[in-house]
């Protein structure tokens, strides 16, 4: 059974630091790109940051460039966003999510994923 598996989410201030996790199982990890994507109250979800199967890419939204990282550890079997000087406007339900295997670009198409967790809410106060 595929399962991807988002933590970390909280209510923090504007500021403040954010690391969430996306734990896999089910399928193999290895070969595919993993992205993150959100969704904020009243809008349409939104492709935040994708990493390559290998680690070898990675692209970030303009609005979170120079302040979210993502990575992972194929060996572990999970992937993280790193979110720092986290804003209001970053509020919203962030999923992980299987791209292509072997990608080298990245989709930014959330219903084009080949799986998908369920989520995790981030609330950031002003």
């Known amino acids: 059974q595929v399962q991807l598996v988002e933590s970390g989410g909280g209510l923090v201030q504007a500021g403040d630091s954010l690391r969430l996790s996306c734990a896999i199982s089910g399928y193999n990890f290895n070969i595919y790109g993993m992205s993150w994507f959100r969704q904020a109250p009243g809008k349409e979800r939104e492709f935040v940051a994708g990493i390559s199967w290998n680690g070898g890419a990675t692209e970030y939204a303009d609005s979170v460039k120079g302040r979210f990282t993502i990575s992972r550890d194929n060996d572990k079997k999970t992937g993280w966003l790193q979110m720092n000087s986290l804003k209001p406007e970053d509020t919203g339900v962030y999923y992980c999510?299987?791209?292509?295997?072997?990608?080298?670009?990245?989709?930014?198409?959330?219903?084009?994923?080949?799986?998908r967790g369920k989520g995790t809410l981030v609330t950031v106060s002003s």
């Open positions: 999510a299987a791209d292509r295997p072997f990608n080298t670009q990245f989709s930014h198409d959330y219903n084009a994923m080949d799986y």
